[in-house]
């Protein structure tokens, strides 16, 4: 396996900007997680793709998120409006559909910085 | 989702087992108890995962008492490189897709 990879790892901006992120999972993972870190806690689940289906949204995802997996590989999380409350480490994660469904490979994280 | 008790840091000397307990006395039948770590500015990674058997694979063992209440992580030959925070999750076998991390607990080897 490759691993999970994230781009950028790192991104600052200003309020009110917009912010993309991209996730390319390990080939052949068909479902894909979406996790939000900030400092000191564990992580928080976002979202859930299963292929290129958004299965899952938790409520922590306001509507100036959205996150899309257009051919059920590589995911983009977009953030607009940003506000200093998004600062956080944005997570990505991928699963086996032959493996247990907890059984999650993360990314290193793309590190948002909201001045 | 059962919630998880967990101390929030431990030490251990290098080349001694590290026991991280975990507390889920609220897990329900088919839930299962995942282990996860995270060092530090990496994303977590998954170590182990059981339901009622004590698993083993060659990174830790995990013991699951009989009432399913509590488990315990076991790192048999801690070094300098299992410093991390370790997450204990209990997790639905049959439904949903999240992990709910909790704060976890800090594992400090020391030479």
């Known amino acids: 396996d490759t691993g999970v990879s994230q781009d950028p790892r790192h991104k600052i901006t200003k309020r009110g900007q917009n912010v993309t992120f991209r996730c390319d999972p390990i080939?052949?993972?068909?479902?894909l997680y979406w996790y939000r870190q900030t400092l000191g806690q564990g992580p928080e689940f976002l979202t859930y793709f299963q292929n290129e289906a958004q299965l899952e949204k938790s409520r922590l995802l306001s509507d100036r998120f959205s996150a899309e997996r257009p051919k059920g590989s590589f995911s983009t999380l977009e953030i607009q409006r940003t506000e200093q409350g998004d600062s956080a480490m944005y997570l990505c994660a991928s699963s086996r559909r032959d493996r247990s469904p907890g059984e999650l490979f993360f990314g290193e994280g793309s590190r948002l910085t909201v001045l | 989702d059962a919630k998880t008790t967990q101390p929030p840091s431990m030490d251990c000397a290098e080349g001694r087992a590290a026991n991280l307990p975990c507390n889920h006395s609220?897990?329900?039948?088919?839930?299962?108890v995942y282990w996860y770590r995270q060092i530090h500015s990496q994303g977590p990674q998954y170590i182990i995962h059981?339901?009622?058997n004590n698993e083993t694979n060659e990174m830790a063992s995990l013991i699951i008492t009989e009432d399913r209440k509590s488990s315990t992580l076991i790192l048999p030959h801690a070094t300098l490189r299992d410093t991390a925070v370790y997450y204990c999750i209990v997790r639905p076998g049959d439904a949903g897709n999240m992990l709910t991390f909790g704060g976890g607990t800090r594992l400090m080897v020391k030479p």
């Open positions: 609220t897990i329900s039948g088919n839930e299962y």
């Open positions: 080939s052949e993972h068909n479902r």
């Open positions: 059981g339901l009622k």
